[in-house]
Nanobody
Framework: QVQLVESGGGLVQAGGSLRLSCAASGFTSNNYAMGWFRQAPGKEREFVAAFTPSGASRYGADSVKGRFTISSDNAKKTLYLQINSLKPEDSAVYYC???????????????????WGQGTQVTVSS
């Protein structure tokens, strides 16, 4: 059974940085896409960044490009999201997600993902 456990969220001042982690377990192969979504109160879940099974990455809204970096440590089976120059509008619950697939396509719609972590709260004060 696939399990995803996020950590690393917290309360930070605007301009600060955080590194979120997602520890994955239960994968039976490498045929998974993995990524990050976020959801602010009253808003839909938003795609942030993800890897295809081959390791190609893609980022979501222009507001995260250049400030967010997705990475992974395959040996530790951990996905990371480095967030720099945090802004109050980055405040949200950040979720790790995985999708079982064999094709090297990246989906940005949350409904396409099979597995989800419990989320980690990021709050940015101005």
């Amino acid at each position: 059974q696939v399990q995803l456990v996020e950590s690393g969220g917290g309360l930070v001042q605007a301009g600060g940085s955080l590194r979120l982690s997602c520890a994955a377990s239960g994968f039976t192969s490498n045929n998974y896409a993995m990524g990050w979504f976020r959801q602010a109160p009253g808003k839909e879940r938003e795609f942030v960044a993800a890897f295809t099974p081959s390791g190609a990455s893609r980022y979501g809204a222009d507001s995260v490009k250049g400030r967010f970096t997705i990475s992974s440590d395959n040996a530790k089976k951990t996905l990371y999201l480095q967030i720099n120059s945090l802004k109050p509008e980055d405040s949200a619950v950040y979720y790790c997600a995985a999708r079982r697939q064999t094709i090297d396509v990246l989906y940005t719609t949350s409904s396409k993902y099979d597995y989800w972590g419990q989320g980690t709260q990021v709050t940015v004060s101005s």
